[in-house]
């Protein structure tokens, strides 16, 4: 079986100083769980809910509605008719369904050529880097490249992480793929790189919460702030696939998040030799 250890994109690894950086404030400043955490709204009552509820787990339309149950989707109260179409408030399955086809079929919203511009409903600026990548040029091309259903599963239930991405990715870039080799790696790299910021931005948002009214507080959370507008760039540019674009940004995020740290009176962290990841550098 491959080994899914991630080695340090950067010769030397000094990547992975970016966590321990991270855990060692975590244990200097006794923090609290992360601060980030987002309120969840139950979903709104539909007939869809209501009949799809009933059917077995094991049928396709069952097992569907229960992985919809259990994701943000659901608890944002992004109902069935979303994605698929059809009437949430009809009883009568016929009028329930009207519209609604196969994904299978090329007019299906869900049809797999068509899931990013589904998802780019709401998912606007993610879908809008995604539109800029070789993987949508490939999936517009001959249907057959990556979509976001590849990453995210079909409810979005899944953020790939370092480890499972290698596999994700070795799909199509792998010796004999149809993709070139050692991309998988670089991406893993990028997204150990984002893990290991958010620990950092946990541990200094979460100093800055209880340093209230304290000298350089509200530089703190300026840079803060900024830090996470650069964490959510990030993210959008991520879709793209140009890893350099995202280690740029993330970049950014650190410098932003060690200069909090250091206006809220704590001492300058040691250089840890964390370098913008550089596609195709490093082993493969």
């Known amino acids: 079986m491959r080994s899914t250890t ?12 970016a966590l321990a950086l991270g855990l060692a404030l975590l244990l200097a400043a006794a923090l609290a769980p992360p601060a980030r955490a987002q309120a969840r709204r139950a979903a709104p009552p539909s007939q869809c809910v209501t009949c799809h ?39 009568n399955p016929a ?26 409903r709401c998912h606007a600026a993610e879908a809008g880097y995604f539109r800029t990548s070789v993987h949508y040029a490939r999936l517009r091309s001959d ?34 793929g149809v993709a070139p080799v050692g991309k998988s790696r670089e991406a893993a790299q990028v997204l150990a790189l984002v893990r290991a910021t ?23 959370r300026t840079l803060i702030g900024d830090a996470e507008r650069h964490l959510a760039a990030a993210a959008e540019v991520w879709h793209s696939f140009r890893l350099d674009s995202a280690g740029a940004r993330l970049a950014a995020a650190r410098g932003d998040l ?26 493969r």
């Open 6 to 17: 991630l080695r340090p994109l950067i010769p030397g690894g000094r990547l992975p100083h």
């Open 53 to 91: 509820a009933r059917l077995p787990a094991s049928s396709g339309a069952g097992h569907g509605f229960a992985a919809w149950r259990g994701s943000p989707h659901a608890a944002a109260g992004i109902g069935c008719e979303a994605c698929h179409g059809g009437n949430p408030a009809a009883t």
């Open 95 to 120: 009028e329930a369904h009207r519209g609604v086809v196969r994904s299978g079929d090329t007019a299906s919203a869900v049809f797999f050529a068509r899931i990013p511009d589904t998802c780019g």
């Open 143 to 176: 249907g057959h490249g990556p979509n976001c259903v590849t990453c995210h599963g079909s409810m979005a239930t899944t953020v790939l992480t370092p480890e499972r991405v290698l596999g994700t990715c070795s799909a199509c870039h792998s010796a004999g």
């Open 198 to 220: 958010n620990i950092l931005y946990d541990v200094v948002s979460s100093s800055a919460a209880v340093a209230r009214g304290a000298g350089g507080a509200a530089r703190a």
């Open 258 to 283: 060690v200069g909090a740290w250091v206006a809220l009176g704590h001492a300058a962290p040691r250089e840890t030799g964390v370098r913008t990841p550089v596609p195709g550098a490093g082993p």
